[in-house]
């Protein structure tokens, strides 16, 4: 459970800052911060810090990705990969992306895999932060300056509005 008394705008807000904080900052995959990131370890760190929860908890999977993915928070809204009328609207910021990039855990690497091989956090206005590898930093993308990443989007995860619901109750 998320241990704030701070309204969900707020954490929103924070996470948003912390994660622009983080700009730039190198990748080394299996890292998580607060010098060095891969993909997961950058948004299990900014929801470490500033919700105080593992983002993993709970998930399965070989990937980290696809821990976070899986675990027991938040509320998971797929998308069909390939299309580029998908939705962007109702996502929040502090969402938490997927996207199906070839995974280093894949069991069977084909171009077909399904799994979700990258993440990032959505900051706003189709902007999301997140760590790439072939970039070798944190980096800003945008969904309509590079339709690469809504074809590749297959999820998201909004955590924080099922969380807070849950502590009010």
Known sequence: MIKTNIDEIE????????ALL????PYVHNTYGPLTFD???LVWYLYNNICH?????????????TKVMTSKYGK???FEENDLN???SILKKGDILFFHRQSMNDNIPTINNRYPGHCGLYLE????IHAS???GQVIISNFYQNEYWQNVLVASKDILSLELKRKKE
């Open 76 to 78: 998971l809204l797929l």
């Open 11 to 18: 954490i929103r807000n924070k996470l948003f800052s912390l």
């Open 125 to 128: 206005d189709y902007y999301f």
């Open 133 to 135: 590898k072939t970039k």
């Open 39 to 41: 993909c997961t370890g």
């Open 86 to 88: 998908k939705d962007l």
């Open 53 to 65: 929860i593992n983002i993993m908890d709970g998930g399965f999977g070989m990937s980290t990705t």
């Open 22 to 25: 983080q700009y730039h900052k």
